[in-house]
């Protein structure tokens, strides 16, 4: 079993960002605590909002940082040092332009272009070693428009899909604590929303 103690979702802060692509991480973790009954609240000390509650009988806190994207390392570090959260022991949520709108992948490691998870990996040491939920929202197919995707509205069919893929995520984090990586990762991976 996968022993999360922390799952982070990324997102920017502020009214104008809450509904763009770019915080489909954040979106995950205020649905998995509507889910459980985790209550989120600003936590300075933590540049975040966080809550810690019970998920398939184990104790995990949760936490999107307030912070700008890129600077999403400053609250996950404080609250992994902290309470000494190791990287094996977190998971971090996040937009991926490299899936489609309804799909969503586990994976443990490894880079990333994404630069909230780039920021996290400079402020953990450079360890790598964390577990992600990329959480698919498409690639414009212009480099040049990546900004203007990632901080626009997602199109209502194109919602819909994400939606789909963050409600099977979080039927998967329940699989995740109590039987494992490989079993969550191989219902989350045969997964497509339609």
């Not at 999360?4 to 802060?13: E, M």
């Not at 998995?32 to 019970?54: D, V």
């Not at 480099?143 to 069919?157: D, I």
Request: hydrophobic share 40%; proline share 4%.
């Amino acid at each position: 079993m996968a022993d999360i103690q922390l799952i982070v979702g990324l997102g920017n802060p502020g009214p104008e960002y809450e509904k763009t692509r770019h915080n489909a991480g954040a979106w995950f973790v205020t649905a998995l605590a509507r889910q459980y009954g985790i209550s989120l609240s600003l936590e300075n000390k933590f540049s975040g909002l966080t809550g810690r509650g019970n998920i398939a009988g184990h104790d995990v806190r949760l936490l999107i940082p307030v912070t700008f994207m890129n600077r999403s390392g400053q609250a996950v570090g404080a609250m992994t040092n902290f309470y000494r959260i190791e990287p094996a022991n977190l998971l971090v949520a996040f937009d991926e332009l490299d899936l489609p709108p309804g799909i969503v992948k586990l994976k443990t490691g490894g880079s990333s272009s994404q630069n909230g998870i780039r920021d996290i990996v400079a402020k953990m040491g450079n360890n790598k070693d964390f577990h992600r939920l990329r959480i698919g929202i498409g690639h414009p197919g212009d480099k040049n428009k990546v900004t203007g995707h990632v901080l626009g509205k997602a199109r209502a069919e194109e919602q819909q899909l994400i939606d789909a893929a963050i409600d099977e995520a979080i039927r998967c984090t329940e699989i995740l604590l109590k039987d494992g990586m490989t079993k969550a990762m191989n219902r989350l991976h045969s997964f497509k929303a339609e």
